[in-house]
């Protein structure tokens, strides 16, 4: 069992940056692959980025490819999502998802545990 723990959401001004963080509970969690993805109102949950365990490998949406950067601290049992160049329509929750089958994509239902999200809201 994984427990994830999502931080550092907030409101930032339209070209600002945000680091978020996403908390892992247990002793494995250099086994799992971790990913990104965010949910606005109303819209489908949306793939941003993915890491591969050891942090080598990485995956991006192309929507966010060049200003958003996924990373894992496995000693800390943390994964983070910076995010740069920050828009009005980044506007969503932020969710950290664990795959336990090195699975690093965009199908939500391939993840075997969720976060509860962490608010992003984007002025213009």
């Known amino acids: 069992q994984v427990q994830l723990v999502e931080s550092g959401g907030g409101l930032v001004q339209a070209g600002g940056s945000l680091r978020l963080s996403c908390a892992a509970s247990?002793?494995?969690?250099?086994?799992?692959?971790m990913s990104w993805f965010r949910q606005a109102p109303g819209k489908e949950r949306e793939f941003l980025a993915g890491?591969?365990?050891?942090?080598?490998?990485?995956s991006y949406a192309d929507s966010v490819k060049g200003r958003f950067t996924i990373s894992r601290d496995n000693a800390k049992n943390t994964v983070y999502l910076q995010m740069n160049s920050l828009k009005p329509e980044d506007t969503a929750g932020y969710y950290c998802a664990a795959s336990g089958n090195y699975y690093r994509g965009s199908d939500p239902l391939r993840y075997d545990y969720w976060g509860q999200g962490t608010q992003v809201t984007v002025s213009s």
């Open positions: 247990g002793r494995t969690f250099s086994r799992y692959t």
């Open positions: 890491i591969s365990g050891n942090g080598v490998g990485t």
